[in-house]
T-cell receptor, first 114, second 110 residues
């Protein structure tokens, strides 16, 4: 089955710790994205990547970092510099880069930092 | 700020009725529009995409786009309780970034 996987589903961390969220896709999509969703808010773009070894900041990149060493994988690190890291994190992919392409989402990781 | 506006709801419709979800946007350069359904605690799933003026039908779903009025809608015919979810209106305008609305919560009453 083709799809996007994210792990773990739930993640709990203490304040001051970095944490890495996994995102893998086997759809052979070129573009991948990270969003965060907060209650009552629309999804906000953190980072996106059009091709391997290339990525760009979205609206809220501060306190986050990414890498794209393989086409299938786009991990997100939430660093201790992120002031409000508790959120629902969603990874998405699309066959091409650009807003005409449909984006498909993984199941998400719910991060709680205390 | 290029916004996407949706009524947060909840929109309540009886089972079997037509649910009409509406969305307006604030610029004239938007080129692509998407509707996603999101069940509570789950990730969004794509229902429809629409790029040109007019109607696009897929099963019980019809998306309508009117670029002159900056308005996009989603109609759900023969609504079922399983359609109860939050529906996200999403627009794309150049670049690579989509803008997501905050969603309309739909409740289908059996």
């Amino acid at each position: 089955d083709g799809g996007i996987t994210q792990s773990p589903k739930y993640l709990f961390r203490k304040e001051g710790q970095n944490v890495t969220l996994s995102c893998e896709q086997n759809l052979n999509h070129d573009a991948m994205y990270w969003y965060r969703q907060d209650p009552g808010q629309g999804l906000r773009l953190i980072y996106y990547s059009q091709i391997v070894n290339d990525f760009q900041k979205g609206d809220i990149a501060e306190g986050y970092s990414v890498s794209r060493e393989k086409k299938e994988s786009f991990p997100l690190t939430v660093t201790s510099a992120q002031k409000n890291p508790t959120a629902f994190y969603l990874c998405a992919s699309s066959i091409g880069a650009g807003t005409f392409y449909e984006q498909y989402f993984g199941p998400g990781t719910r991060l709680t930092v205390t | 700020q290029k916004e996407v506006e949706q009524n947060s709801g909840p929109l309540s419709v009886p089972e079997g009725a037509i649910a009409s979800l509406n969305c307006t946007y604030s610029d004239r350069v938007s080129q692509s529009f998407f509707w996603y359904r999101q069940y509570s605690g789950k990730s969004p799933e794509l229902i429809m995409s629409i790029y040109s003026n007019g109607d696009k039908e897929d099963g019980r779903f019809t998306a309508q786009l009117n670029k002159a009025s900056q308005y996009v809608s989603l109609l759900i015919r023969d609504s079922q309780p399983s359609d109860s979810a939050t529906y996200l209106c999403v627009r794309g305008a150049g670049s690579y970034q989509l803008t997501f609305g905050k969603g309309t919560k739909l409740s289908v009453i059996p």
